[in-house]
């Protein structure tokens, strides 16, 4: 295999790297993965994501796979030490703004393994199991990755354009980079107790946090039978003594359960901490997921963050490998993606002291605000509560005239049901693709595209589509190899264009919004993403001439700087 060259290596084979696999497979990218361990691990640690996460299950063709070994989350409850309920937030089953359940909890080895059997459908994916990394050395050209096959301790080398370091919190990447990580100076250690329920027993289908100053804990019901436990341990408390069946039994019993009912399959205590490495990248060298940031697990934000790092990076590296983009727009991946994971840690840090804190007045306070916001505040209010995660605020986005951002630039784009022009009821990421999207209200705006911006868009593979509002099906017969028309069944594309007050949306690979316009502002909208992602500094200062066809206008307007 030392012969061969591939465009990409993935370090680690964990829920990250099979995500960074799967993805690449579907852009077509040479890619070659090595993970140490020879067997997904056997034993649950991540247990949860959201809505966000599923759709990109759903842009890999798997979301259906993952549904059959995930459940929806049905709420959460904050309860005092006498198991009463503080707070409770309702989840809904079904997001109707992004058509999932907001939340949702698995069993990690299960996840892995549909996700891993996904990977076996991409000839251009080849994955190599007890294998480790011993050296990465890059230079101009290229990446060479030092490898040893555990077993027959054979060892060899291979050749790759760039290299995907998704190899956990100890990643051996990130130390042969000579990446440093930022403390942001929280630490704290949990009991995290995984059960196997062996009797019926009476538990909560919700997530339940205990506010318990003498021992915060947290239950979450998990799928099958599968249950977990965490406890927060003082710092005098000795790892060794937690972990400890006869502890571990007094634990349970005295807060949650009787232990004869379940099999303990875990008991660990782990480290929590708040890091985010100094640098995301060293030349052709990228850290993903637990490599590049670790934070508390209260969120359960973790492992959403390093599958949403590898999704931008991975529509970028499509770009570049295909020359459609240098490989400066490479380096927006650390700008996208840090302030948004710096946010994330600083919430799920700022949660954790809140309702894990032993301070008993701190406690008293938190808990009187809780009762008076449950008591004045509808359940409903908060059906999404903690699945809707922080916009991007800079990198890859449109400017207004004023040359500042787009309010609405970086969130993430909705997708209800729509109706296709084959009479196929479906959720709109199907009809969008996994490329660039243009989604307009009416189809005279692909009249006063440009040829430079209609050749562009088509280098990118753009999908261009055409929403009629509900009742108005008859329309969607005029599909063309152009554009494809959809109708808005339940209004909600309409209206989220009606409150811009737009009739045109941008939408990127990951689904944020790039930006949103009109005919008049298309072409102007057009030229900053290109100026974006080819890094043309002409097109970002300059002006750019938008021509309405139609009336005969010409108007000037600004692009991104």
Known sequence: MNHLVFDVAIVGYGPVGVIAANLLGTYGIKTVVFERETDVYHLPRAIGFNHEIMRIFQQIGLYKQIESVATPVDGVEFLNRSHQVLFEIELSKTCLTHGFSPNYVFYQPDL?????????????????????????????EGVTVDLRERGCDRTYQVRVKYVLGCDGARSTTRQLAGIKLHDFGFHQRQLVVDTLLTEKVNLPSKVQQLCDTRRPGVFVHSTNNHRRWEFVLDKNEIKEEMERTEKVRELLSTYWIDP?????????????????ALQWRNERIFIVGDAAHQMPPILGQGMCSGIRDAQNLCWKLDLVLRGLAPDKLLDTYKTERLPHVQEIVKLATRAFKIFKTRNPIFALVRDTMLRIVQGFTS??????????????????????????????AGQMFIQPQVLTYTGELVLLDRVLGTGFAILG????????ITPESKAFLSSLSTKFVCVVPAGAGDRITKFTDEIEFIEDISNQITDWLAKQQKEIVIIRPDRYVFGVGDRNSLNSIVTQLRSLLIGDRRLAINYQLSTNYDKGEQQLAPTNH
């Open 379 to 408: 359940k409903t209010k908060f059906q999404n509560l903690g699945s809707d995660m922080p916009p991007l605020k800079q990198g890859i986005l449109a400017s207004s005239a004023d040359g500042k951002q787009q309010s609405v």
């Open 112 to 140: 892995e393994t549909k996700l891993r059997e996904g990977v076996n459908r991409f000839d251009c994916v080849r994955v190599h199991l007890g294998h480790t990394v011993e050296g990465i050395f890059q230079d101009q």
């Open 260 to 276: 004869n009912k379940l099999k303990v399959i875990r008991a660990v205590v782990y480290h929590f901490h708040s890091l985010i």
């Open 441 to 448: 209200l009416n189809n005279n705006w692909l009249d006063v």
